[in-house]
């Protein structure tokens, strides 16, 4: 190996370690989903409120008898409707946090003595706030698909939602509707730029999201420095269970923290289905979920959350610090 390529190796802001680097948290974040799919599944359908689901949603064991409805109706393909457009947005929004993170810890924290329980919240933060905003319609699509369990029919054949169709249903819906005025600046505004309808619910997810990517990498960086000594955490020496551990811990925290803002964000992003003819504020779905379930509307199904969000914040930190030490980032 060259001197400069050997320079570009360890160079964290180089064209070579960023792409390794993405590439690392990109797997990770697949392998990471596909092991929580199913569950991902009917934690959409209990916070959208389908009205299918609603009676099992609050305690572990609906989870559970919701997951076996759906394999009874539709097999296991029902269990993971919607995950070919999960991997879609997962890859690149996985690449680009962890990525994202590598790269702002490092202009944060160039050395361990200046890290802080401060600039790990804004490196998360701020990796977060970034992946969302370049992969958030994909995420619209996806829970759409998983909202959906009522398939249509072609014909005597009953037919599974795409993800092209869910994609042009989104761009198409309200256009029929004559209940919004003329003039409306809604109406305007959607007409305009259709694409919007591909963001509903997304300031509130930049805001539920700064504090769930904030928390889950200052736990993960404020567990490995306490638990871990300095020579255990080089990625050079494998940890998978510590990595494991303080992985699940760390989604932990992170899901309790930003659950009432990801309840909110998943009603808005079904308002397309319920009202398609105008944008539904995020104060608007506040008032809604308080005034029809309480404060424990906000927490609809957090306990799957948690078995959902436990493995898969275990096993994607472990996978991309797997990667980084395959790859040697």
Known sequence: MSSNAAAAKYDKQ??????????????AGCVAKTVVAPLDRVKILFQTSNPDFRMYAGTWSGAFQAGKRIYTTTGVRGL??????TLLRIFPYAAIKYMAYDQVHYILMPTREQETNVRRFLAGAISGTMSVFCTYPLEVIRVRMAFQTRMARNGNAE??????????HIYDEGRATASIPE??????????????????GFTLTILGMIPYAGMSFLSWGFLRERFLPP????????????????????????????????VTRRRMQIGGISRPDRWLRWGETVSTIWHTSGWRGFYVGLSIGYLKIIPMTAVSFAVWQSGKRILNV
Request: proline share 8%; aromatic share 10%.
């Open 14 to 27: 180089s064209l070579h370690y960023i792409v390794r680097s993405g590439l690392a948290g990109g797997v």
């Open 80 to 85: 993971f409707q919607g995950h070919s457009a």
């Open 159 to 168: 037919v599974r939602p795409s993800f092209l169709q869910a994609a042009r």
């Open 183 to 200: 003039g409306s600046p809604t109406r305007t505004l959607l007409e305009r730029f259709p694409v919007l309808k591909f963001y509903r």
């Open 231 to 262: 020579s255990k955490t080089e990625h050079t020496t494998p940890t998978p269970l510590a990595d494991l551990a303080i992985g699940a811990v760390s989604g932990a925290i992170a899901q309790t923290t930003s659950y009432p803002f990801e």
